[in-house]
C-alpha cells in the first residue's frame, strides 16, 4: 500500500488517515480485540516516528512529498 504524505500534513491528518486504514483493516482480518490494540499501538508509534520524520525534512524542504510503502 503506497500513501503519499505531504509533509506540512498536520498530526490530525496523520490521525485521520490512522481511523481510515484502522477500518481497512478490521474489514480485511477482521481482528480480534487483543489484535486490534497490539495493531492500533504500533500504527500510532510508527505514526509519531513518521510525523517526526516528516516535521524534521519539512523544514528542510517543505511542500515535498514523501513516499511511504
Keep these: 500500500m503506497n500513501i503519499i504524505f505531504d509533509l506540512t500534513s498536520t498530526f490530525y ?3 485521520v488517515l490512522m ?3 484502522k477500518i481497512q483493516f478490521t474489514k480485511i482480518f477482521r481482528l480480534n480485540h487483543a ?4 495493531f ?3 500504527f500510532i508509534q510508527n505514526l509519531r516516528k513518521a510525523h517526526s520524520l516528516f516535521n524534521y525534512v519539512g523544514r528542510r524542504s517543505p511542500g515535498i512529498l514523501y513516499r511511504m510503502t
Design 19 to 21: 481511523e481510515i486504514t
Design 13 to 15: 491528518q496523520l490521525r
Design 40 to 42: 492500533e499501538k504500533l
Design 35 to 38: 489484535n486490534y490494540r497490539k
